[in-house]
């Protein structure tokens, strides 16, 4: 069982940035951000594969979040600029453990495994 856990989120002015972190305590290979704000459905926000050479973002993020892999590739980076009100959601880290047919890192069924998610919150 690998253990996923959040660092990073909190209190941030409108056009501000933010960095998340997740640790994971054992192997993974595609991993991944999700967030869900009150009252809304869990939304895809960006993964990145194992070797870091496929990425892949969310609509409403490209070209403000970046998402990266530490060298040790068990953890997993994302860089939020230029944050709205409407990012402020619950952030979750997902990352896949074993080898699922095809690359659908949009999807929650690509990941086996879920942090508890870390709270962001954009004011106005």
């Known amino acids: 069982q690998v253990q996923l856990v959040e660092s990073g989120g909190g209190l941030v002015q409108a056009g501000g940035s933010l960095r998340l972190s997740c640790a994971a305590s054992g192997r993974t290979l595609t991993m991944g951000w999700f967030r869900q704000a009150l009252g809304k459905e869990r939304e895809f926000v960006a993964a990145i594969s194992w070797s870091g050479s496929s990425v892949r973002y969310g609509d409403s993020v490209k070209g403000r979040f970046t998402i990266s892999r530490g060298d040790a590739k068990n953890t997993v980076y994302l860089q939020m600029n230029s944050l709205k009100p409407e990012d402020s959601a619950v952030y979750s880290c997902?990352?896949?453990?074993?080898?699922?047919?095809?690359?659908?890192?949009?999807?929650?069924?690509?990941?086996?495994?879920w942090g508890q998610g870390t709270q962001v919150t954009v004011s106005s």
């Open positions: 997902a990352a896949e453990g074993r080898y699922h047919s095809g690359w659908h890192p949009d999807g929650p069924t690509q990941y086996d495994y």
